[in-house]
């Protein structure tokens, strides 16, 4: 069972940047790929980037290609999420979540999400 703790939100305004991190816990970090999705009031949520065990393949919603960027620290169990230039329809709850990256398609494992953090981008 991974455990898994979100932070770095908070209140920017738009054309901002934000990086999200989220500390991993309970399993080798190396073993799983990694991905973040982020949920806005009102709405599903939805897939946002993932990144491989090794860092050495990524993958992009549309929506945040060339804004967004997924990193990992293997060292240090953490997982990244550079936000640039943000926008106010990327207001939401982001989550990070343990998967599988496999012919380029991430699957997120199954089970409970952690709390998130919360990303506000003021107009």
């Known amino acids: 069972q991974v455990q898994l703790v979100e932070s770095g939100g908070g209140l920017v305004q738009a054309g901002g940047s934000l990086r999200l991190s989220c500390a991993a816990s309970?399993?080798?970090?190396?073993?799983?790929?990694m991905g973040w999705f982020r949920q806005a009031p009102g709405k599903e949520r939805e897939f946002v980037a993932a990144?491989?065990?090794?860092?050495?393949?990524?993958n992009y919603a549309d929506s945040v290609k060339g804004r967004f960027t997924i990193s990992r620290d293997n060292a240090k169990n953490t997982v990244y999420l550079q936000m640039n230039s943000l926008k106010p329809e990327d207001t939401a709850v982001y989550y990070c979540?343990?998967?599988?990256?496999?012919?380029?398609?991430?699957?997120?494992?199954?089970?409970?999400w952690g709390q998130g953090t919360q990303v506000t981008v003021s107009s």
């Open positions: 309970g399993r080798t970090f190396a073993s799983y790929a």
């Open positions: 990144i491989s065990r090794s860092g050495g393949s990524t």
């Open positions: 979540k343990s998967g599988t990256f496999y012919s380029g398609s991430y699957y997120p494992d199954f089970g409970s």
